[in-house]
């Protein structure tokens, strides 16, 4: 996350928070000076247990939200620095289509800042990959993981 000319006030440490597909994960915590290195993979799974055309799993992601919040830990229960919000579908597949490729591979997003953090927009660069697959439960009917 970059943040040019951006002084933290606090100098307790940051992480960042992403809620998808009903999951959230958290970020090991970084020091809070820009920019922000977070060098970790997080792994989302979700089983669709009665999807079976691809066309009612992409309404499903368009219906979820993934959310993203940089959030400081000044106590008592942290404090949101900046927040990144838009349907599953379009954050997992940027492209106008859902088909294979290099659609996920380094995006940069602007973040909105809350009214507490000074200076501009955080700016986050990272990238997403995705695997669809098709599974079979054990009563024999199909699904989409």
Same mark, same amino acid.
């Given at each position: 996350? !970059?943040?040019?000319?951006?002084?933290?006030?606090?100098?307790?440490?940051?992480?960042? @928070? *992403?809620?998808?597909?009903?999951?959230?994960?958290? !970020?090991?915590?970084?020091?809070?000076?820009?920019?922000?290195?977070?060098?970790?993979?997080?792994?989302?799974?979700?089983?669709?247990?009665?999807? *079976?055309?691809?066309? &009612?799993?992409?309404?499903?992601?368009?219906?979820?939200?993934? *959310?993203?919040?940089?959030?400081?830990? *000044? =106590?008592?229960?942290?404090?949101?620095?900046?927040?990144?919000?838009?349907?599953?579908?379009?954050?997992?597949?940027? &492209? =106008?289509?859902? !088909?294979?490729?290099?659609?996920?591979? &380094?995006?940069?997003?602007?973040?909105?800042? @809350? @009214?507490?953090?000074?200076?501009?927009?955080?700016?986050?660069?990272?990238?997403?990959?995705?695997?669809? !697959?098709?599974?079979?439960?054990? @009563?024999?009917?199909?699904?989409?993981?």
């Amino acid at each position: 996350i !970059t943040c040019p000319g951006v002084l933290l006030k606090d100098k307790e440490e940051l992480y960042l @928070s *992403v809620s998808l597909l009903g999951q959230q994960k958290k !970020t090991q915590c970084v020091p809070a000076a820009f920019p922000l290195f977070f060098q970790e993979k997080l792994v989302f799974e979700k089983a669709f247990a009665d999807i *079976v055309d691809p066309g &009612d799993l992409v309404k499903l992601l368009e219906l979820d939200r993934a *959310v993203l919040e940089l959030i400081q830990l *000044v =106590p008592p229960v942290g404090k949101i620095l900046a927040t990144y919000e838009e349907n599953t579908r379009d954050f997992l597949f940027p &492209d =106008p289509k859902l !088909t294979c490729g290099h659609h996920g591979l &380094d995006r940069e997003i602007l973040m909105k800042r @809350s @009214s507490s953090f000074p200076g501009i927009a955080p700016k986050l660069r990272f990238s997403t990959s995705s695997l669809i !697959t098709e599974s079979l439960l054990s @009563s024999g009917r199909s699904h989409i993981q």
